[in-house]
């Protein structure tokens, strides 16, 4: 499978050090998921007519983290605007399609939920705009994955940590596991961590502190089948 990854952020610049797939980077390549042509990015044109993909699957590590923006169109046009394209893309031309989501989809789920549990995100636009491209991926994609992550920079060591819980991990973490579930050919929805932990396990030198009313608290997930594909290499 030749792969592509879209977005030269923390998480897809991990992936391609990881990895070295090719990567389209938004500033260097110009390219701009609001309005850019996807088939002028992702077909070959020196190939002859009718012009075929140049990749087996498709990375999207594009989005608006602003996580509490109220700027509710930039959200819905880079979170799920965006994804409709390249789900029609994708099917066009038999590309599968992977796809970043974040486990504040279940901010107000009770207990680590699994993923055939029904999501129920903050109000926060940016969750609400991830899990509706959840949704629309799990309806109207012909071959997808869709991972629920958190990340955070690789030496994660901000003045102040929040005091919440959660599965997520530093980058160098999470990219090989995104990694896996890609070369192993998972498909449907994983969620994706390295088990239980507070924000502050992640930072050695930080000062916890209680978060904002409007933040979750605690964000973990039931990664028993992750944790299950791992087990069957």
Same mark, same amino acid.
């Given at each position: 499978?030749?792969?592509?990854? @879209?977005?030269?952020?923390? @998480? ?18 110009? *390219? ?8 002028? %990015? ?17 990375? =999207?590590? /594009?989005? =608006? ?24 893309? $994708? ?6 399609? /992977?796809?970043?989501?974040?486990? *504040?989809?279940?901010? =107000? ?17 940016? !969750?609400?705009?991830?899990? @509706? !491209? ?5 309806? %109207?994609?012909?071959?997808?994955? /869709? $991972? ?24 160098? =973490? ?60």
């Amino acid at each position: 499978m030749k792969s592509v990854i @879209l977005g030269d952020g923390i @998480l897809g610049s991990e992936l391609w050090s990881q990895t070295k797939w090719d990567i389209i980077s938004r500033k260097a390549d110009n *390219f701009h998921a609001e309005k850019s042509d996807l088939e002028e %990015f992702l077909l070959d044109h020196s190939a002859s007519s009718p012009l075929r993909p140049k990749y087996d699957v498709i990375v =999207n590590c /594009i989005a =608006n983290t602003a996580s509490y923006s109220s700027d509710h169109d930039q959200h819905m046009a880079i979170n799920f605007t965006f994804v409709q394209k390249l789900v029609a893309f $994708c099917n066009q031309h038999n590309v599968k399609l /992977i796809h970043i989501s974040t486990e *504040f989809v279940y901010a =107000n789920n009770p207990s680590p939920p699994r993923e055939t549990d029904q999501p129920l995100p903050d109000n926060s636009h940016y !969750a609400k705009s991830k899990l @509706l !491209a959840d949704y629309y991926l799990s309806f %109207f994609s012909n071959d997808y994955l /869709i $991972c629920r992550l958190l990340h955070k920079e690789n030496g994660f060591s901000p003045e102040n940590v929040w005091d919440c819980q959660t599965s997520g991990d530093q980058v160098k =973490n999470i990219a090989p596991l995104i990694i896996h579930l890609i070369k192993t050919n998972q498909t449907g929805i994983f969620n994706v961590g390295t088990g239980d932990k507070t924000l502050s396990d992640l930072s050695e030198h930080s000062k916890v502190i209680a978060p904002p009313e409007h933040v979750p608290k605690d964000t973990r997930m039931n990664l028993e089948k992750l944790q299950k594909t791992r087990k069957q290499i």
